[in-house]
């Protein structure tokens, strides 16, 4: 018993007592990957702001996401998150529906007064790992593994590209992607797939692959080990949530998805209404890499170097594969 | 006399949902009480507090059964004479990306443009469905393979032109990918005004107005089966191939021609979602439904009321996903729960079935009173 | 005296219901031919399932070699050395002979199945009881005599002392008939016990020992064949006069309704099995086609009503050529067909009656509207045939899988009369049924013929060929190979033509 | 429908030397592909050892589908089985090791059959619907699971197991395709067909898992087993006529219970060996594998050597487009060649129809093989699929299922 339903206080943190409404993407909760990430910001939301907070997941078929949504906002909570570029659309007609609710949409492009889309840079954190790639390859020779080709998982690709071919223009990179996109996340569950994709990388030559094909990851981690040849995780540090691998795992692209949850919900409790596109870049640690094992401390001081390139704007990271 | 007899034949033709609704609601029941949710059960039938929100409910799960109707009634048409088109998932997702794009591009005003986007989504179900159609009776490639594998082409060409060709250039940033939004003229409007007329309040979703074309699909296709020489060689060949092939149903050509009117129908079940809600075809425009069209099918036996009915359950089912999630029950419960309704309804159908054709036989030996057909089938 | 190798007490078997045996006894010495007729329905099969093990008696008892037994299973009585060769042949067409015959009992050489040791017991038998089994020829290539005589190894192999033939001759032709009951004698000879059940009264009378007439679910009397008559027996099970086929004044007219020219078919392997056949059939004639089955005529039928491709010849009909047109359109000019297998081709047998009656006449008068089908006219047509071909069934809802098999086959006859087919095609018309389904079906072809309607009649009753045709033509592995004058032919002369072993010229019109 | 039969005994042995003919035939083909279009990956040991990867899975599923259809049962819910075979070895993998995951899988997947067929057998119900049921089912099922036993494990969740700390084991041909490895050298030469067969020879036996060389090992046992046993005799009687065989003292029901749920077990190792292949199970990872397998086993017109040629087709398409998008543009030429192939064997039998369109569609392809030299990515992941297709529609079918394929079998009643 803190105060009655109208906005008495009473958070750690002071202010109102909010509600917060998530929506995961299909697979939810506990996918040990996007969805987790956003699931931990808000579980530091709830420690360090002392929100209140609900966790939805939509069904197999995502057929019912905007019900979801709707749900949400109907029974007071606010602010609501979809998590995944796949609510754009729904948060948009939703946002409608409920002005006074302010939301918010991970990875979207979605329109509205009170929607705030949550975008990282992952071309950015991808330059760096591609740069480190190209640092630490002997042969010259690196690869990238996508989940499902789409516009989000090609910003990965474009960035991973770049940045290896900033450290050498001759640099050979394979790429290949598990699946098209739409087919219900066939391409991110399929560690087999990757483990084949990867192994026919190795045995062409290259010594390095990174993936950003979430579940199915693992596959490349397993043929890595066995080829004794190296990989780059993605989202979070897989050196940490894999252990298993970390002596295969050179560095890992972070997006910082809870960074982004977590700061979304404190600026609404602070009675702020974020809207647009809130950009999570190199410049506020969105996005990054990670550096345990220690793999790449011999090359840390030149990604450095390209990452105050990019802060600066002296370095364009572009967001679509050039070819 | 008769009219006991009737009495005992609706008995039993009730008894099966009846019995099958008990078993599944048990099961259901121990289920949620295996979680310690046991209270959840309730949020089944609990549509909301207020009017409103009830209305809300009914319009969610309608929403939910009408693609499923569509796809179900796509299913059948082919079921009853035999042929089984898994393929319809495929014939659905070709048919609304191409729909959707042309609909946005072509400067036709709103009615004749919802015409059109309705036709060209048939007609392209209707060839993807040909396919399979005549390699089978060119070739003899069964439609099982055939259409399972061009599902899978399917997912990859829709990407290809929704990654190419077919997409919006001015879309936002972000990752999601959408066609051309259909111009304004040509979304279909819904029928809330219908429900306000019968003086329930306005629900906060719309309901979708492809219900009316759906109501006389599912009419239109009726009457197609029961009352037409195309409907009655049709269900002759399910029946029996060798009896119409004897009786002279050219079986290629029916086997083509209920191909096509299957991928025709497929075309359809993306509409109500692109016409009423979403408005372009994108990533995240709603997959798996051929799929559920198949468990709907022959939960309604590949009867249009029947399948009717089975969406509606499946609607109902599935509205209650939400409500069990603020209840703490995950939504995995509501599938299993859907895999356990279609399996003990299908059981009580089949035991109920058994029953009434051993009480026709023994009718019949009796030689006493009229036994209608509703056994069969 | 010895015990009875098979004696049934007080045995009452219900159906849902139906009571198909109430009170039945019988009771057959070891080494005899015991004979079981009776009316289509009488409960025969069912008698005899029972004994089989295939259902449990209500009430009764059965003794085997006086000590009475329970059995629950077929294994049961198979153990107990009975063995029973079904009405409807109960192989599996994708086998082998060798696999159909050893089901169930196989020889073992550890793990596998001892082929070598099957093999040769197959072959002991096959010669020991001249069986000519071929035991690596798939089923599904076999003739009717060839799949006989598989059931029947399939009984001997499992060592029966006792066979139940379940209307074992309803598909052989006269020479296969013969065989069969010499095979019977040998069995007899070596001390087996035979039980057969047929319709076909005169051959009842030749072979057999011991006669018992069932009624109506229950053993009427138990006679000796040499004191009975044909006619007498047939009065025991009906109480009615044994009907022959109709006596003939001919209505053969001069207008040519089919003319078949040089008609050559392959079948769907690409084997040809009409071969170069000719023939003509006039308006008021029965043409009837003889031959042991799997000769042709099948794929003849089927040819003449579009079925099967034409590879070469033409057929003519009422003065067109149809050689090319397909089955619809030649239904829709006035051909009229009985099928062989009734249910496959006949039916739908989970449909009601007046959606059967609306089978193949989709597009004629009365069913007919537009594009569209007139229930209401064919629910109305269905009760006309009902009544007028006494089809025994509860109304025109009633499904066709409910009727029993001469009801059924009565109901094809009215549907296909109905149209007023200019040609009838009917294959078989009478098979299976009943005697007074039989007369009722001659009655009614008798009648169409004398109106003016053109048949052409397949069957492997020669009687009901000899007795209904005006013309008759021996058809011999595809070929047309007699034309005979039913006038003057015996069902011997017949037969002997239909196997080809006649003296040329002799008998022939 | 009509078609004729093959087999009845042992093949004779004429029949196995052509088969060898038309392998190395194709093989020659290939490699004369390779030669052409310089695409070493057509015939690299690594693609066949990821087409071996691929068709495993596959193949179980469809010798799964393969008891329970000999026997008279359509098993459409393989995937769903699968999906439960995936589960249990996940369950048992992590904590007791690749053993427990072989045993818990299989018997995971049993179960899916056993519930088929209770629901087919014992009770009668259409055979797809319960299928469809079970496919419904065992994702919600599997799901709920995790979310109650996973969630809380170290690098478990709602979606996947623990990975597993012991890998299953892995044998390769010692001095041939291990050690100095003399197939991996003769590989590399490239000589026209030597190298090729090399490298397929190399791919099949370079570091196989022991589940590979049990899947390639149970397809020749369901032969033997369902073709030279009494029970294998038993088993397809109930699917060609369950009367007769009902009538000889066969236990029908319990034939059909028995073969259903071997049939489940084989779904659920195919879904072990695709959890041995990740490591642990990773929710969704069947990704439809089980109605590939039923495909397959059609394909192979219901014989466990047929399904084993077309899900090894399908695995060589599928682990060629994964592990080279240029290679596909090569599969164009390889289907010119087998086109003409065909046409001049037509023209041969006096098909000239068949000749025609053959020849015209083997034109069309070199036409498109010389123009094209990208394929876009998303037409290169359906390669196999189309693959597939392709060869059906070619292949003559003379399919012939068990003649009591799906039918609803009760003692007494007549078909
Ligand atoms: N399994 C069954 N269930 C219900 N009724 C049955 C069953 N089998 C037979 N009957 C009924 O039992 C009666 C006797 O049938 P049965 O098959 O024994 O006749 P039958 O004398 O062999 O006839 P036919 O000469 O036509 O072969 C019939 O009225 C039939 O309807
Ligand atoms: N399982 C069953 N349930 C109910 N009735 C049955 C069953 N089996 C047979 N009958 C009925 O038993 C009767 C006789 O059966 P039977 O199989 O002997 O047919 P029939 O008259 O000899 O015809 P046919 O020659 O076509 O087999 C028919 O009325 C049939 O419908
Ligand atoms: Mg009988
Ligand atoms: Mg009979």
């Not at chain 2, 309705?118 to 069964?142: D, E, F, N, Q, Y």
């Not at chain 3, 035979?194 to 069932?214: C, G, M, N, P, W």
Request: with cysteine; aromatic share 6%; proline share 4%.
């Amino acid at each position: 018993g803190c105060g009655s339903d109208e906005g008495a206080g009473g958070g750690a943190a002071g202010g109102e007592k909010i509600k917060v409404g998530l929506a995961f993407d299909v697979g939810g909760r506990g996918d040990k990957s996007f969805n987790d990430s956003a699931a931990a910001g808000i579980e530091k939301a709830k420690k360090e702001l002392g929100v209140e907070a609900i966790e939805l997941s939509p069904k197999e078929d995502g057929s019912d996401r905007q019900d979801l949504l709707r749900k949400l906002a109907e029974q007071g909570y606010n602010p609501v998150i979809g998590v995944g570029f796949l609510y754009t659309q729904d948060v948009e007609k939703v946002a409608q529906e409920y002005p006074e609710v302010t939301f918010a949409c991970v990875d979207c492009g979605a329109k509205g007064s009170n929607v705030a889309n949550l975008v990282f840079a992952e071309e950015q954190g991808s330059f760096l790992v591609g740069a480190a790639a190209a640092l630490k390859t002997k042969t010259n020779h690196i690869g990238f593994i996508g989940g499902e080709e789409g516009a989000l998982i090609r910003k990965f690709q474009a960035g991973y590209e770049q940045g290896a071919k900033a450290v050498k223009p001759d640099i050979k990179i394979d790429v290949k992607y598990l699946a098209p996109e739409g087919s219900s996340g066939a391409g991110f569950r399929s560690p087999d797939k990757a483990k084949l994709a990867a192994q026919a990388m190795y045995q062409s030559g290259a010594d390095i692959v990174y993936h950003a094909a979430g579940q199915s990851g693992g596959g490349l981690f397993q043929a890595a080990k066995e080829a004794g040849k190296l990989a780059i995780g993605v989202d979070a540090d897989q050196a940490l949530t894999d252990p298993q691998y970390a002596d295969v795992i050179l560095t890992s692209m972070l997006k910082r998805v809870d960074v982004a949850v977590f700061e979304f919900i404190k600026a609404v409790k602070e009675g702020k209404k974020p809207t647009g596109f809130q950009k999570y870049d190199l410049k506020v640690d969105g996005v990054g890499y990670s550096t345990t094992g220690g793999k790449i401390d011999d090359v840390e001081a030149k990604l450095d170097e390209y990452k105050q390139k990019i802060v600066s704007g002296q370095i364009q990271v572009a967001d679509q594969p050039t070819s | 006399m008769k009219s006991a007899l009737s009495l005992r034949r609706v008995g039993l033709a009730l008894l099966a949902p009846a019995v099958a609704v008990v078993i599944s609601f048990t099961l259901s029941a121990i289920v949620l009480a295996a979680i310690g949710k046991s209270h959840a059960l309730v949020a089944f039938f609990d549509l909301g507090d207020t009017p409103r929100q009830q209305v809300n409910s009914v319009v969610t799960a309608l929403n939910r059964a009408i693609p499923l109707f569509l796809a179900g009634i796509a299913v059948s048409v082919g079921f009853r004479m035999g042929l089984f088109n898994i393929g319809v998932e495929g014939q659905y997702r070709m048919a609304t990306v191409l729909a959707a794009a042309l609909g946005a591009v072509t400067p036709l005003p709103g009615p004749l443009n919802i015409l059109l986007i309705i036709v060209v989504a048939m007609l392209t179900g209707a060839a993807w469905a040909a396919v399979p159609a005549v390699l089978k009776v060119t070739r003899g490639v069964s439609e099982v393979i055939s259409t399972i594998m061009l599902n899978f082409v399917a997912v990859g060409l829709a990407a290809y032109l929704l990654q190419g060709p077919f997409k919006d250039p001015d879309l936002p940033p972000g990752g999601n990918v959408y066609t051309r939004t259909l111009p304004e003229d040509s979304w279909l409007p819904d029928l809330n005004g219908l429900l306000v007329a019968f003086g329930l309040p306005e629900p906060r979703i719309r309901l979708y107005g492809f219900l009316v074309i759906a109501v006389i699909v599912g009419a239109a296709v009726a009457f197609l089966l029961s009352r037409t020489r195309f409907g009655f060689d049709l269900r002759a060949t399910g029946l029996s191939p060798t009896a119409a092939l004897t009786a002279g149903v050219d079986a290629r050509a029916m086997t083509v021609r209920v191909m096509l009117l299957s991928g025709a129908l497929a075309g359809l079940i993306g509409l109500p979602e692109l016409l009423g809600k979403t408005h372009a075809y994108g990533t995240s425009f709603t997959a798996g439904l051929g799929f559920t069209g198949i468990a709907v099918a022959l939960l309604g036996r590949n009867t249009v009321t029947g399948i009717a009915l089975g969406a509606l359950l499946f609607g109902f089912l599935d509205r209650a996903s939400i409500p069990l999630q603020f209840q703490g029950v995950p939504p995995s419960v509501v599938t299993i729960m859907q895999g356990l309704i279609v399996l003990s309804v299908v059981i009580a159908n089949e035991v109920v079935r058994r029953l009434a054709l051993a009480r026709a036989e023994r009718v019949t030996a009796e030689g006493k009173t009229t036994v209608t057909a509703e056994v069969a089938a | 005296m010895a015990a009875p190798a098979v004696e049934l007490r007080g045995i009452t078997k219900r159906f849902p219901g139906v009571v198909a045996n109430h009170d039945v006894n019988l009771v057959v010495r070891r080494g005899e031919v015991h004979a079981v007729v009776g009316e289509n329905g009488a409960g025969k099969s069912t008698l005899m399932k029972t004994l089989y093990g295939m259902h449990r008696p209500d009430e009764g008892q059965i003794l085997i070699d006086g000590r009475e037994v329970r059995f629950r299973s077929p294994a049961d009585a198979i153990a107990a050395g009975i063995g029973m060769v079904h009405q409807h042949f109960m192989l599996a067409d994708n086998l082998t002979v060798l696999e159909n015959i050893v089901l169930g009992s196989e020889p073992r050489k550890g793990l596998r199945l001892d082929f070598a040791a099957a093999r040769r017991r197959i072959e002991e038998i096959s010669s020991c009881y001249g069986l000519r089994l071929r035991p690596d020829a798939l089923v599904e290539e076999l003739g009717v005599g060839d799949r006989q005589r598989v059931e029947i190894a399939k009984v001997l192999y499992r060592g029966a002392r006792t066979l139940i033939f379940d209307e074992p001759t309803a598909v052989l032709v006269p020479q296969e008939v013969d065989e069969l009951f010499a095979n019977l004698a040998g069995l007899k000879a070596e001390g087996l016990t035979v039980i057969f059940i047929s319709h076909k009264l005169d051959e009842v009378l030749r072979v057999a020992d011991a006669i018992t007439v069932i009624r109506r679910g229950t053993t009427v009397a138990t006679v000796d064949p040499a004191e009975v008559t044909a006619r007498q027996l047939a009065e025991l099970m009906v109480g009615s006069e044994l009907p022959t086929p109709p006596t003939r004044e001919s209505t053969v007219t001069e207008t040519v309704q089919l003319d078949v020219r040089g008609l050559t078919v392959r079948n769907r392997e690409g084997r040809v099995v009409v071969d170069d056949v000719t023939f003509q059939v006039r308006r008021g004639e029965v043409v009837g086609i003889a031959g042991v089955v799997g000769n042709g005529q099948a794929e003849l039928v089927e040819a003449l009503m579009g079925l099967l491709p034409a590879e070469s010849g033409s057929v003519v009909f009422g003065g067109e050529d149809i050689t090319s047109w397909p089955t619809r359109r030649r239904r829709e000019a006035g051909i009229g067909y009985i099928p062989e297998d009734r249910h496959r081709q006949g039916l739908l047998l989970t449909a009601a009656l007046w959606e059967n009656r609306v089978l193949g006449h989709q597009t004629l008068p009365p069913i007919r509207k537009g594009a569209l089908i007139d229930r209401t006219a064919a629910r109305a047509d269905t009760e006309r045939i009902m009544r007028e071909y006494d089809v025994r069934a509860p109304g025109p809802d009633a499904l066709a899988i409910a009727l029993s098999g001469g009801n059924q086959q009565k109901f094809i006859v009215g549907r296909e009369m109905s149209a007023a087919p200019r040609l009838l095609i009917a294959a078989h018309p009478t098979r299976g049924v009943d005697v007074g389904a039989q007369a009722a079906i001659w009655d009614q072809l008798r009648r169409a013929r004398a109106e003016g309607m053109a048949i052409i009649l397949v069957s492997a009753d020669l009687e009901e060929l000899i007795g209904l045709s005006d013309t008759l033509y021996v058809i011999l592995r595809g070929r047309l190979v007699a034309r005979l004058d039913p006038a003057t032919l015996t069902p011997e002369e017949l037969g002997a033509h239909m196997t080809g072993c006649q003296v040329p010229g002799e008998g022939t019109a | 429908m009509n078609a004729v039969s093959v087999t009845r005994t042992a093949p004779p042995r004429s029949r196995s030397g052509a088969w060898l003919l038309g392998a190395v035939g194709l093989l020659a083909v290939l490699s004369f592909v390779r030669v052409v279009s310089g695409q070493d990956q057509l015939t690299s040991s690594g693609t066949f050892g990821a087409a071996l990867v691929l068709a495993v899975p596959i193949a179980l599923a469809g010798l799964g589908g393969l008891f329970a259809e000999r026997a008279g049962v359509v098993n459409i819910g393989l995937e769903g089985m699968m999906i439960l075979g995936t589960w249990f070895a996940g369950w048992a993998g992590y904590q007791w090791g690749p053993w427990a995951a072989l045993v818990a899988g299989t018997a995971g997947g049993a179960l899916g059959g056993l519930l088929h067929a209770l629901a087919t057998v014992t009770f009668g119900v259409d055979h797809i619907v319960s299928g469809v049921a079970i496919n419904i089912l065992a994702p919600g099922l599997t799901r709920f699971l995790s979310e109650v036993l996973f969630t809380g494990e170290s690098g478990g969740g709602a979606t996947q197991s623990p990975t597993f700390s012991q890998q299953a084991p892995k044998v390769s041909l010692p001095v041939l395709s291990s050690g100095p490895d003399l197939l991996g050298g003769l590989e590399r030469t490239g000589i026209f067909l030597l190298a090729d067969l090399a490298g397929l020879l190399r791919g099949l036996t370079h570091e196989v898992g022991v589940l590979t060389v049990l899947a390639a090992l149970s397809l020749p046992l369901s032969w033997y087993l369902l073709w030279r046993t009494p029970f294998g005799l038993r088993l397809r009687s109930c699917g060609e006529n369950p009367h007769a065989a009902d009538s000889l003292g066969v236990p029908v029901h319990r034939m059909k219970y028995l073969a259903v749920v071997i049939s489940g077990a084989l779904a659920g190792l195919g879904g072990v060996f695709l959890v041995f292949v990740s490591n642990g199970y990773r929710e969704g990872q069947t990704t439809g594998r089980g109605f590939i397998g039923l495909a397959a086993m059609i394909f192979g017109n219901w014989r466990p050597g047929g399904l084993a040629l077309g899900s090894a087709l399908f695995g060589f398409a599928d682990g060629l487009q994964l592990r080279s998008s240029a290679a596909v543009v090569a599969l164009l030429l390889l289907a010119a060649v087998l086109l003409a192939g065909y046409a001049g064997y037509a023209f041969w039998r006096g098909g000239v129809l068949g000749g025609v369109v053959g020849l015209g569609a083997a034109v069309a392809f070199a036409v498109l093989w010389l123009v094209v030299d990208e394929i876009p990515e998303s037409f290169v992941f359906f390669t196999p699929h189309v693959v597939t297709l392709l060869v059906l529609s070619v292949a003559a079918q003379r399919l012939r299922m068990p003649a009591a394929d799906g039918k609803p079998y009760r003692r007494g009643e007549e078909a």
